[in-house]
């Protein structure tokens, strides 16, 4: 299984409060992605990066930041939650940008 | 733009039934194809994957064939198991430098196996 590690697994956090969701992998792949996974919506593309300090814009972008300073790190941040970011988060790597590594999963949840 | 568009669910066979779940996709350049596997609490899983025209991708009894001249990349398995029960997702990655390292995944189609 790839390195991938995802950190909380679960978090209960209020309306406004920021959220910083991490992933870590230990495979030196060069791109790295979160994901929302809602029903319905199948899953979606939040942020991704394509090296250190190089991210780019998902389709869902809106209400969140990402950040990129090792390879190994990549921190999804919600400024200030709010009840419609209450998902399941998954962080992804590629070593080429083909096929991609998922890690377990986040569940957020904003009351 | 790219799209993927795999059968609607939910699909509910009988164990040893034969399975087959549609997809089909659009791209500009020369995509990828791929097909996940996701079962309850976890994250998706590679389960197969074709690079070019008439590759056949398999693993575990589950196989596809990338159709060029008709866009699809259709996952079949002759016999499953109560096992095989998950969502399943059609993706596609492509070289084009507008979409360089980015998936387009379909919406995922859930399989139920009955004993």
């Known amino acids: 299984d790839a390195g991938i590690t995802q950190s909380p697994r679960h978090k209960v956090t209020e309306t406004g409060t920021p959220v910083t969701l991490r992933c870590h992998q230990t495979?030196?792949?060069?791109?790295m992605y979160w994901y929302r996974q809602d029903p319905g919506h199948g899953l979606r593309l939040i942020h991704y990066?394509?090296?250190?300090?190089?991210?780019d814009k998902g389709e869902v972008s809106d209400g969140y930041s990402v950040s990129r300073s090792k390879t190994e790190d990549f921190l999804l941040t919600l400024e200030s939650a709010t009840s419609s970011q209450t998902s399941v988060y998954f962080c992804?790597?590629?070593?080429?940008?083909?096929?991609?590594?998922f890690g377990p999963g986040t569940r957020l949840t904003v009351l | 733009g790219n799209s993927v568009t795999q059968m609607e669910g939910p699909v509910t066979l009988s164990e040893e039934a034969f399975l087959t779940i549609n997809c089909t996709y659009t791209?500009?350049?020369?995509?990828?194809l791929f097909w996940y596997v996701q079962y309850p609490g976890e994250g998706l899983q590679l389960l197969l994957k074709a690079t070019k025209a008439d590759d056949k991708g398999s693993n575990k009894g589950f196989e596809a064939t990338y159709r060029k001249e008709t866009t699809s990349f259709h996952l079949e398995k002759g016999s499953v198991q109560v096992s095989d029960s998950a969502v399943y997702f059609c993706a596609l990655s492509d070289t084009q430098w507008s979409n360089a390292g980015k998936s387009t995944f379909g919406d995922g189609t859930t399989l139920t196996v009955k004993p």
């Open positions: 495979e030196n792949h060069r791109y």
């Open positions: 992804a790597i590629s070593e080429s940008g083909g096929e991609q590594f």
């Open positions: 791209a500009t350049g020369y995509p990828s």
């Open positions: 990066s394509y090296g250190v300090k190089d991210t």
